[in-house]
């Protein structure tokens, strides 16, 4: 048998289970969790590093490849192990340049989504097989642009959440479950280079390795603790989300514009990150790497007179600070001359509340609502033993205490986190204390106390 045909044959067997001899979970005692059960035996000794099983798959980059890859998920069994790769700090955009899939029978697959940039037929391949995504959040949209989407999904990040552990980044629960070591030198690499060099595939094919045994691991931790219905819950939510809106004042992410006081400066902000994003987007390059937010924020309070005053500024910094100083110069020279009534607020409108921090002047009320809602929310995690913005959405606690229901009731606060989009087991466990909590700092707030805001 030759090598190659070797290979094939050894990743179209089912894997291997990866459990460390260290950890054995079915022995856990009463009251401890898996997360508690890993922490001190790492420390004992380092963990050996991960090697590939079958080697480095081939990169599959033509429409033939491709249509042999789907034969081969299709034939395969169980869930897909699916990751991708982007190069958001180099190139503009945050589009898939690898995608790695992984199924028992099938073995592992890279996936070039520059020479395949349709990758239906995979999707139509998996049909309704369970995905396996680590942090899916930030690979779903990506993937989606090349038109895969799943139709399930286990999100191991999610779940390593909901289970209680500090730390769930890819290679610490892989370290911390399976015993292994991951080479994480390349997760920051940009991968639009061609050819990829092999330790950067290698690397790739690894992380959809050893996702199969760790969501078997996950999901029978969650099961322990009887969270497993709030895993599925908070999974099927990650996966029918649609994407945020695109808004429309992005520039107001600059960071550092806080520190921007004034409106015509905060134009200046506005016009440079305008130009930035033009000069990006058309030579395919990440806005940072062009010009980073410091140096915008510099030029926005420092107002310099010239384009020779600005070339000559030391904060004046980035790949395209001198390459396109005409570019930046007609941007605030622009952005000086405009009217008044064309100056961007100096606060951003929102439909929500206003920043907690000024509740205490605006509505006291409120803002011992709030105190109280957090203090609920952050007794319940800790008594489940998962973090609080997991339980409930910070935006969601702010929402629902500075405009509360009447009556303020289980009921109605169970309605109104709903129309927030709390899930049916957050609605459970929080409605109830919520709403005891804040009519307990209601009553406690006499009206004298209470200061409306004016106008």
């Not at 790695?100 to 073995?107: I, K, N, P, V, W």
Request: glycine fraction near 6%.
């Amino acid at each position: 048998m030759s090598e190659s045909a070797a290979r094939s044959a050894r990743a179209a067997e089912p894997s291997a289970a990866l459990t460390p001899t260290f950890l054995q979970p079915t022995t856990l005692q009463p009251g401890v969790t898996l997360a508690d059960a890993v922490a001190p035996t790492l420390e004992a000794e380092l963990a050996p590093l991960l090697a590939l099983r079958d080697g480095v798959p081939p990169v599959v980059d033509d429409l033939g490849t491709l249509r042999d890859t789907a034969k081969s998920l299709a034939a395969g069994t169980g869930p897909v192990a699916v990751d991708a790769e982007r190069a958001s700090s180099y190139r503009y955009g945050h589009r898939a340049y690898l995608v790695q899939l992984r199924r028992d029978g099938a073995g592992s697959f890279l996936i070039d989504p520059i020479g395949c940039p349709d990758l239906t037929v995979l999707g139509d391949a998996i049909g309704d097989a369970e995905w396996i995504v680590h942090a899916a959040n930030q690979d779903l949209p990506c993937l989606a642009e090349v038109g895969l989407r799943p139709s399930s999904l286990f999100d191991t990040e999610l779940a390593g959440r909901l289970a209680g552990f500090p730390r769930v980044g890819l290679a610490t629960m892989v370290e911390n479950l399976l015993g292994q070591r991951m080479e994480k030198s390349h997760s920051a690499a940009d991968w639009s280079k061609r050819p990829l060099p092999e330790p950067w595939l290698r690397y790739a094919a690894l992380d959809v390795e050893v996702l199969l045994e760790l969501r078997e691991l996950l999901e029978a931790e969650l099961d322990r603790q009887h969270k497993l219905e709030w895993a599925r819950e908070e999974f099927e939510h990650v996966r029918t989300t649609p994407a945020p809106a695109t808004p429309v004042d992005r520039w107001r992410k600059v960071s550092g514009v806080h520190r921007v006081r004034g409106r015509r400066q905060l134009a200046v902000v506005r016009a440079m990150w305008q130009t930035r994003d033009r000069i990006a987007r058309a030579q395919d390059v990440s806005p940072s790497r062009l010009l980073p937010d410091a140096s915008i924020i510099h030029v926005a309070s420092a107002l310099p007179k010239s384009a020779k005053t600005l070339a000559a500024s030391q904060e004046f910094v980035g790949r395209g600070a001198r390459r396109h100083l005409d570019d930046w110069w007609q941007a605030i020279e622009g952005a000086l001359a405009l009217p008044e009534s064309e100056l961007p607020q100096q606060a951003r409108h929102t439909d929500g509340p206003p920043p907690a921090h000024r509740w205490a002047e605006r509505d006291r009320p409120a803002a011992d609502r709030l105190v109280a809602a957090k203090a609920a929310v952050a007794a319940l995690a800790d008594e489940h033993q998962l973090p609080a913005e997991n339980l409930l959405a910070p935006d969601s606690v702010r929402r629902l205490a500075w405009q509360p229901p009447q009556p303020l009731e289980p009921v109605s606060v169970g309605d109104a986190l709903r129309e927030l989009g709390a899930r049916e087991w957050q609605v459970a466990l929080v409605a109830g204390p919520l709403a005891r909590a804040m009519s307990r700092a209601q009553t406690h707030t006499s009206p004298d106390r209470a200061i409306q805001p004016s106008g």
